[in-house]
């Protein structure tokens, strides 16, 4: 079974401040990670993914994530925030196509809302 | 090129009513996912169609079913509408089974009423 946690339901930040958006996982099996975001009334647009090539993957908008295999984290991070970047975000996972099973699906953490403040 | 298109947008039913939601992948995907997100949460599984056979169910009652058609089209349909049925559902397509690459669609706003 799988599962993430987002650590902080809601997370604010002033305009040109660090963005750092927390994700946990649990997989018995290699996990493929995955970083969305949620514009009101949008459907979910992919930021990056992690699949096992390299760790610290670079996403769009300025984005990147550092898959940490030791503390089971894919923790999601912007040097400098935009007003744009508001909006909500969700960490998923699947497991990874040789990890041997057979049930591809994404599992979502509860999400996180980020506000950015002028 | 069209991405992950979902129709209608907007439905309001009333409880016990059925439903159907539609969905079109992107052009050469094979596989498509439907979840369900409702309000201040994320997306919950509800299946995944690969070559118009079913490769994944969720944890949700009979009342959902699903189907995809040889051009890869899919609908989901929910019978027996219950108020907590109430929730955005979304469409994912991927190229192949293993869903390394989704784009969701827009989804649709499913309100019972």
């Known amino acids: 079974a799988q599962s993430v946690t987002q650590l902080g339901s809601h997370v604010s930040v002033s305009e040109g401040a660090l963005v750092l958006l927390r994700c946990n996982y649990s997989?018995?099996?290699?996990?493929?990670l995955f970083w969305y975001v949620q514009y009101p009334n949008q459907g979910l647009q992919l930021l990056l993914k992690?699949?096992?090539?390299?760790?610290l993957v670079k996403g769009i908008n300025g984005f990147e994530a550092e898959f940490k295999k030791s503390e089971t984290s894919f923790h999601l991070t912007k040097p400098s925030a935009h007003m744009s970047d508001a909006a909500e975000y969700f960490c998923?996972?699947?497991?990874?196509?040789?990890?041997?099973?057979?049930?591809?699906?994404?599992?979502f953490g509860k999400g996180t809302l980020l506000t950015v403040n002028p | 090129d069209a991405g992950v298109t979902q129709s209608p947008t907007h439905l309001i039913k009333t409880r016990g009513q059925h439903v159907t939601l539609r969905c079109s992948p992107i052009?050469?995907?094979?596989?498509v996912s439907w979840y369900q997100q409702v309000l201040g949460q994320g997306p919950q599984f509800i299946f995944q169609?690969?070559?118009?056979?079913?490769?994944g169910r969720g944890n949700f009652p009979d009342r959902f079913s699903a189907r995809q058609f040889p051009n890869y089209s899919s609908e989901l349909n929910v019978n027996a509408l219950l108020l907590g049925d109430s929730a955005l559902y979304l469409c994912a397509s991927s190229f192949g089974r293993e869903n390394t690459e989704a784009f969701f669609g827009q989804g649709t706003r499913l309100t019972v009423v």
């Open positions: 998923a996972v699947n497991i990874s196509p040789w990890s041997g099973g057979s049930n591809y699906k994404l599992t």
């Open positions: 052009s050469g995907h094979k596989s």
């Open positions: 992690y699949t096992s090539a390299a760790t």
């Open positions: 169609y690969y070559e118009k056979e079913e490769r």
């Open positions: 997989s018995s099996v290699p996990p493929y």
